[in-house]
C-alpha cells in the first residue's frame, strides 16, 4: 500500500488547497499540459476525449432543435468590430491584434475572434433577403482569443474551446423563445448528464454580455463554495441587426431588422465538472461523457486464463460502454489508482478466483464500494450501478449547493457570512447598480443571476439601501 | 422549362470558363460565401456538413489505426517558430504576426499557426520521459492561416480548415511505416468514398515540406488537366526532434531521439471533389460524404394522399440514408433544379400515379436516368443505383486522367505537348534540381511526384540534360 498512498500524495489535499488540488488533479489526470506559451494549455489526449463527447452530445441536441453547422473567419477586421458601441467596448481591451502579414505591415488591424457576433452579422447582411429565409439557426465549434492578465486550467485561459450558437429571427417572441429554449438544453445537459445541479436565471445588467438586452445563465456551484457560470445565453433584440445593416423583406414586403440571439458553452465546463465532482484520489468523470466508462483491470494476469478472461469480458462489455482492459504490466494497485485519478466511473476486477465462480467484481469510483457480481448478470449490474454512481454524484453536488446557500436580509448578516465562507446568498435587491457595485466593495460579491422562479413574490427591501427591492438575487464568489 | 434553362444558365459552363463555372459552384451550392475579410471565407451550412461528413470518415479511421485527437495552441512564438531551420524559412515568410494583446504591446511576437509541428514538439520535449510512452500518435481538427496573396475558395484560402497528424516513434522504420500508412489511408478514402481516383508518390526533394526529409503525395486530376494535391504525408526524420530536444530514455536507457512523421488534408479536398465530379448543372457528390445522399420531391403535391405518402417514403429512406423531403412551396422543376446543383446523387420523385402504382422514380444525378421502381423493391434499387452511380463517378474521373496523361521522352514534345493542353506528362529525369527548374521554365510544369511502382525499370535519359535518369516523374500544372 505504500506505493499506493504515494501515487496518491502526489496530489495535494482538495480540503487543504482547493486551488492547487484542481490544479494537480487537470495535469495528473493528463487532461492538459502547459504550454511554452503563456496562458495556453495543451489539451491532452485525455482531456479532448472528453471535451469530444460533450460536444457530440451538445451537438446532437443542437441539430435536433433545427440548428445548422457553420464556420466563420479566424480573424476580426477592426472596423468590424467597431460597428456596435457596447460590443467594442466590452471586448476592444481583450483582444490579441494581428498586424503583419509576412513581412507586410497590414492597412487594418485584425482582431483573433474574442466571439463571432461581428462576423455572423457581416454575413447575414450578405445574403440575408426575405423572411423566408428565417430563422436562420446556426452554431460553430472553435476556439476563441481573450488576452486575460491571469489564467488557469480551463477557467481562464487567454485561448479556450467552445461553441457559440447565433441565430437570427423574423419576431421578438420567437428569438426570446429561442434564447430561453438554449439555456434549457444547457441545465438539461449539465444536470442529467454531467450530474450537475444548475440555477437558471437572468444576469443583472451589469453583468450581461457586451451588446445584449438581456443575459441567461447556468450557475453551479463548485465543492468549496464558489460559483462557476457554466452556460450564457443572450437575447440582441435587433440591435447588432441595426449596426450592421441586417435586414430583410418583411411579409408585408417592408425591410425590417431581425431579432438575434447568441449563445455558448466551452471547455470551463469541463473545470466545472473536476471542482464539481472530483476528490482526493483524483477527478471524477459523470458516465455520460466519460472517454473511458469501465476499465477492466485484471488481478494475477500471469496466471492461466485471467487474460483470456478479461479480453472476454471487453468483448461483452465493449458493446455497451466505452470500455479499456488495462493488460500492461503495472501492478493492479497502480492501475487501480490510475484510473481512480483518471476518474473513470466503474472498475472491473477480474481474477483466478473470480473465474472460477463465474463472476467478477466491480467497484463504483466515487465511494469506493465493491460489489461482487455474477458475471450471468453482468450488464445488469453495470447499468444498476451506472445509474445509482450518477444520482449519488448528482445528489452529493445538490447537498453541497444546498448546505452552502443561505437567504439573507441584512448587510451585516451578509457581511458576516461572506468573509467566513464560501457559498450562495440569496437576497432582494431593489435594481440599483449602486447596490450591486457596493455587495462588490463591502462583501467581496458579485450577483450571479436573478433565479427563475423566483421573482413574483418579491416583499421587502434591498440590503444596501433599505430602498424596496424588485428582485431577488443569488450572489456569490466566482471562478 | 424556360425557368429550369435560366436557373441553371445562372452557372457559366464549364468547358467555356473553368474557374468562373468552380466559383459559380461554390457559392450557388452554397458551399461557401465571401466575407469581409480578404481571403478568408465563410463556410455555410451545406459546406460544412459535408466537411463533418468527411471529417467523421477520416477520424474513425484515425482512430482505428490508434491516433488519439489533441489540441494544441493557436499561438506559436517566434522563437520556437524559429527553431528548425528550414521549417521557419518555408513559413516565416507568409504567417500572420499578433503583435498586440488588448493596448499592449507583447514582448515577443506570436503567429497565428500555420501548420504545428513546432507546438506537438515543444509538448513532446516536455512530457516524453521512456520508450514506454512511444508511439504517440496525435491528430487535431483545426484551421491555420497563411498569409496568401491570390486566394480562392478551398483551393487556396487565407485561412483553411485541416487535420494535421503528428508522431513520433521508436524507431526509423515504424516512422517510415507510419507515414505511408496514412497516404494509404488517404488514397483509400479519396478513391473509395470521394470516387476520386489519386496517384501516389514521392515528392521530388524541392517540392517537399520545410523540414521534412521524405514527402508523399496523393495527386489527383481534375476536370480541366491539372493536378490537385490532395493529401500529403511527411517523414522527418529526427531532425525537429534534435532541434527541439525532444529526448526519451530508450531501452538501454540511454537518451534517444524519436522519428517523426506528420499528414494532413485539409478542406481543399472539398475543391478536389467539385472540380473532379461536378458538372454544368452544378456540384455532383459522392454518397459516402453527402449531406444530403436521396432528395425526395413530391410532384403534384397539392393531390390529396401525395405528402403523406413523401412522408412515408422520407420515414421509409431516412432509415438507411441522410435524406431531405422537400415539401416545399416551390414547383418541381425548380427542386429538381436546386437539388441538381447541390449534387444530391438521388432524386425520388412521387405523385399520384405512382401511388397509384406502387411506384416512385429514382434520378441519378450523374447522368439524370429514370428508373421506375416499385416501393416493394425500394431498398434495392436506391443500393443499387448508389454503387451504380458511385461506380460511374469513378470510372468517368479515371478515364479523364487517363485520356490526359502522356508519357514523353523529348523536350520538343514535352514543350508542345504542355503548350497546347493541360495534363499529365510523364518522364524520365536524372534528379538535378536544375532539370526540375527547366522544366517549369521552358513547359511550365511542376512535378507533381515520383509514382510509386514505378521506380524500377529505370532505363534512359533525362528530357532536360541527357543524362542517365533515375526517376520517373509525373509533371502538370496544378491548383
Given at each position: 500500500m505504500a506505493k499506493d498512498k504515494k501515487f496518491v500524495s502526489e496530489i495535494t489535499s482538495r480540503d487543504e488547497d482547493f486551488a492547487q488540488w484542481f490544479t494537480d488533479v487537470c495535469i495528473k489526470a493528463e487532461l492538459i499540459d502547459y504550454s511554452s506559451i503563456k496562458g495556453f494549455t495543451v489539451m491532452r489526449p485525455y482531456g479532448q476525449a472528453l471535451w469530444e463527447n460533450i460536444q457530440k452530445s451538445l451537438d446532437a441536441k443542437f441539430k435536433a432543435t433545427g440548428h445548422e453547422n457553420v464556420a466563420m473567419p479566424l480573424l476580426i477586421p477592426e472596423s468590424l468590430l467597431q460597428k456596435e458601441k457596447d460590443h467594442v467596448e466590452g471586448f476592444a481591451p481583450e483582444v490579441a491584434w494581428v498586424t503583419y502579414g509576412g513581412s507586410e505591415k497590414l492597412e487594418e488591424r485584425y482582431c483573433v475572434r474574442p466571439t463571432s457576433e461581428t462576423l455572423f452579422c457581416d454575413h447575414w447582411a450578405h445574403v440575408l433577403q426575405s423572411y423566408r429565409q428565417l430563422p436562420m439557426k446556426y452554431n460553430q465549434w472553435c476556439s476563441v482569443v481573450r488576452w486575460e492578465k491571469t489564467t488557469r486550467p480551463f477557467l481562464r485561459g487567454r485561448e479556450f474551446f467552445w461553441q457559440e450558437g447565433h441565430t437570427i429571427h423574423e419576431t421578438e417572441q420567437e428569438a426570446q423563445e429561442e434564447t430561453l429554449q438554449m439555456l434549457n438544453i444547457y441545465a438539461d445537459f449539465a444536470e442529467n448528464e454531467l450530474m450537475m445541479p444548475v440555477i437558471k436565471g437572468r444576469k443583472t445588467p451589469s453583468e450581461q454580455f457586451a451588446g445584449a438586452q438581456a443575459t441567461y445563465t447556468i450557475e453551479a456551484m463548485m465543492h468549496d463554495g464558489k460559483a462557476l457560470q457554466s452556460g450564457t445565453s443572450h437575447y440582441f433584440g435587433d440591435g447588432f441587426a441595426r449596426a450592421f445593416d441586417v435586414t430583410f423583406a418583411d411579409r408585408n414586403n417592408t425591410q425590417s431588422y431581425p431579432f438575434q440571439t447568441s449563445w455558448g458553452v466551452s471547455t470551463r465546463i469541463i473545470g466545472a465538472l473536476i471542482m464539481s465532482h472530483g476528490d482526493d484520489y483524483g477527478l471524477i468523470l459523470p458516465p455520460?461523457?466519460?472517454?473511458?466508462q469501465v476499465v477492466i483491470v485484471p488481478v494475477?494476469?500471469?496466471?492461466?486464463?485471467v487474460l483470456e478472461a478479461a479480453a472476454r469480458l471487453k468483448e461483452r462489455i465493449g458493446k455497451l460502454y466505452r470500455v479499456k482492459l488495462d493488460d500492461s504490466d503495472n501492478s493492479p494497485g497502480w492501475k487501480f489508482n490510475q484510473y481512480e485519478m483518471k476518474g473513470v466511473p466503474l472498475r472491473v476486477e477480474i481474477g483466478p478466483k473470480d473465474i472460477e465462480n463465474n463472476q467478477c467484481v466491480i467497484v463504483r469510483r466515487d465511494n469506493h464500494e465493491k460489489t461482487v457480481v455474477s458475471l450471468d448478470n453482468l450488464e445488469n449490474e453495470l447499468a444498476r450501478l451506472t445509474k445509482e454512481l450518477e444520482q449519488a454524484l448528482f445528489d452529493k453536488a445538490k447537498a453541497n449547493m444546498e448546505s452552502k446557500t443561505e437567504t439573507l436580509s441584512t448587510m451585516e448578516e451578509i457581511i458576516t457570512s461572506a468573509t467566513t465562507k464560501d457559498g450562495f446568498i440569496k437576497t432582494l435587491w431593489c435594481g440599483d447598480e449602486e447596490c450591486e457595485k457596493a455587495m462588490k466593495e463591502k462583501a467581496g460579491l458579485t450577483s450571479r443571476c436573478m433565479p427563475f422562479g423566483e421573482q413574483d413574490d418579491i416583499d421587502g427591501v434591498c440590503p444596501v439601501c433599505g430602498k424596496k427591492a424588485k428582485h431577488r438575487v443569488i450572489w456569490g464568489k466566482a471562478y
Open positions: 455520460a461523457v466519460a472517454p473511458i494475477a494476469q500471469h496466471k492461466e486464463g
